[in-house]
């Protein structure tokens, strides 16, 4: 079953909130979980993350939080998948040829043409689209 992490979840989960809020507006971590009751430690890696994919900015100091720092129309779902968990893939030979099988299996074509199609679906969408 294809689904989405936890971590993926909870950077659109946060992505949404930093977008109600007034435009240069920080906002903490912290304020964020509570917000939407999910575990603070996970949310602040995750914020943590998103920074150094420059997807949000991080302000420190006592007054400091998060905003949006890139433009969302212009990250695609797909990279924002692979900036956070890495190569977008329903299997791992898609991506690692180290299967014992990979010489004998019968279903690596079909399910590579599912990934590109899901894949190519993915990098049509913007990270926009799904955190409005």
């Known amino acids: 079953m294809l689904k989405l992490t936890r971590k993926v979840e909870y950077a659109l989960i946060a992505l949404r909130h930093m977008q109600t809020m007034r435009p240069g507006k920080l906002t903490s971590a912290k304020e964020i ?39 969302l129309d212009q990250i695609s779902l797909k990279d ?3 900036k956070l968990e890495g190569p977008l893939g329903m299997m791992d030979c898609y991506f690692d040829s180290d299967c014992i099988q990979l010489g004998a299996c019968n279903i690596r074509t079909p399910i590579q043409r599912i990934n590109d199609n899901m894949r190519n679906m993915f990098s049509k969408m913007s990270l926009r689209e799904v955190t409005q």
């Open 33 to 71: 979980a509570l917000s939407h009751g999910i575990p603070l430690q996970l949310l602040a890696k995750t914020l943590q993350k998103m920074a150094k994919e420059n997807i949000i900015e991080a302000v420190q100091g006592p007054y400091g939080g998060y905003r949006i720092a890139s433009n």
């Open 80 to 82: 924002f998948f692979e």
